[in-house]
């Protein structure tokens, strides 16, 4: 395979192949650190779900007293949202790590590694219903909390509407049906659709 000629600066080409193995190395930790990230977040995502369990284990003992009533659905709310929040944070993180994953693809390809590795270790461009509707953007460990992070939030509605009179439900089914739209506009369109331009863009500096 023939590599690229190197590109014309004034440093030397051993300098340059010290930057870009150091630039390499560098995207590669960064994307390791990715997952450690993610567990991260999981720390503050499960003390909102006890909080909750809590708050309608009083709700229900009270003998549904309207005070505590407004109380469960605030904290319902602030659940449901945390843990969108948590799907769309874990759908940017996937962003970043298929950014990187790209540009680590370009540069094994560079220096003429890239037949080394596999296939499925490359960044492809979303396409497809089918592909967008599970959330491809996302690497595997992401796309399992983000699938998460919506059955949460789909399970903390289906307890808040079977513990709450039915005014309050609709509240909480909009507020939910709302979000999980939300996530899934964001990781089967918006994600996907600034993925497949960044590719464009590295293909197209890349034919310069």
């Given amino acids: 395979m023939t590599q690229k000629e190197p590109i014309k600066n ?3 080409l051993k300098e340059q192949r010290s930057l870009i193995e150091t630039t390499y190395f560098l995207f590669v930790q960064s994307m390791d650190t990715h997952y450690s990230e993610i567990l991260k977040f999981l720390a503050i995502i499960i003390p909102t779900l006890t909080g909750f369990f809590y708050v309608l284990y009083l709700y229900e003992s009270s003998g549904l007293d309207p005070k505590i009533q407004m109380g469960f659905l605030f904290v319902a709310i602030v659940v449901i949202c945390v843990q969108a929040w948590g799907a769309v944070y874990a759908l940017a993180m996937s962003y970043r790590f298929r ?15 890239d037949h ?3 296939a499925s270790f490359k960044t492809r461009r979303i396409t497809g219903f089918r ?16 699938f998460f ?15 709450t009179p039915r005014t309050l439900n609709v509240v909480i089914a909009a507020i939910s049906l709302l979000l999980v739209v939300l996530v899934l506009f964001m990781g089967g369109l918006y994600y996907p659709n600034k993925l497949n331009k960044m590719l464009d863009d590295l293909d197209q500096k890349g034919s310069n």
Wanted: aromatic fraction near 10%; charged fraction near 15%; glycine fraction near 2%.
């Fill in 116 to 118: 080394y590795m596999p």
């Fill in 99 to 113: 950014y990187l994953q790209a540009t680590v693809s370009r540069i094994e390809a560079d220096f003429g590694v």
């Fill in 131 to 146: 592909r967008r509707l599970f959330l491809d953007v996302a690497p595997a460990i992401l796309q399992v909390h983000v």
């Fill in 149 to 163: 992070f919506i059955s949460t939030i789909v399970l903390i509605a289906v307890v808040s509407c079977l513990s």
């Fill in 10 to 12: 004034p440093r030397t």
